[in-house]
């Protein structure tokens, strides 16, 4: 694949000889689209399952898009729900699906977002008087018509642009494009923390509907008098080709290549194992009953992670010198955003000083590890 230097920036761009379909561009390694996994099509979490929201804790559906609400079990979230044909270019979407006509009360909040990491708009210059000028598109397929809510804040909400969007016509894809002039208020942050989040209203109430779309102001608020999703019992929502872009203008969709994006996600989250007979690690046993390894991650993380992971008899095996010890867990221990320690201390015997590898023999067997914003 040839390639072409920018002797300005310094940036080597790919070029594609490939056939393209509309919509869909040159594979791409900027970073244009500010959005991550905005084409819905890493799902590390649920390989395309179906999940329900939860109440009071985030819940996932496709990487790097959360949903926050105050009351659970009101809509499904899927990737590819309904499968329905994606716009021109896209073969992934993520689907929303009301479970109820729920009324929302006036401290009810309902929100599907992106955080954006600091480093990621550092050179936007927002709360400065140098701040730029971006772009937000999506193509967006609902069930029921209106003018619907959105905002964007940062990490404080103490600079807010509440926008609207019009659904004209039902079960249809729609580009929707939005300018927002860049904020000379507010402070964003540049570092690893959240630098800004680019929110869609599902239904909050009238506490948080306070906002006037189009314009930034201090005072956090949605816009008011939009299409609340969750009141209509099997509506439906779904998202694609989301990007936030420097400029007046939207330009074409920014299709990193698969394992770039992968790459992004897995920043923030990612799966070392899930299933049966995976590999995952060397160990080593330091004494007659402990295992001792180490579990490096594919890419650096945002920051320190958590981990999760499931247990269960003889989930594991460590496996040196010809013998197999098999155990049910893992603990986790000195955790860094390049790699953790683990051990096990109860179910080990043999030898002190044995090296081998450690790998999963239970069909539930998930090792995970998360540092979200």
Known sequence: MPITLNGDTGIVTPMYNGSITANAVTPSVNMKNR?????????QRNAGASVSNLAGALTYSVDRWPVNCSAANKFTMQQNAGSVTPPAGFANYLGLTSSSAYSSGSSDYFHLYQPIEGYNIADLNWGTANAKTVTASFWVRASVTGTYGGIIINSAATANYPFTYTVNSANTWEQKTLTIVGPTIGTWNSTNGTGLEFRFDLGNGSDYTTGTAGAWSASFGYPSGTVKFVATNGGTLYLTGVQIEVGSTATSFDYRPYTTEL???????VVIISGTAKYFA?????????LNGVIPFPVTMRANPTSASSSGTNYYVFYRNNTGDDFNSITIEGASPQQTGFFNNTEISGTGGQVGTVYAQNASAFIAFQAEL
């Open 35 to 43: 959005i991550i996994n905005g084409a819905m099509v890493i799902d």
């Open 282 to 290: 060397m160990g080593s046993q330091y004494n007659s009953t402990t």
């Open 263 to 269: 790459q992004l996600c897995q920043r923030y989250f």
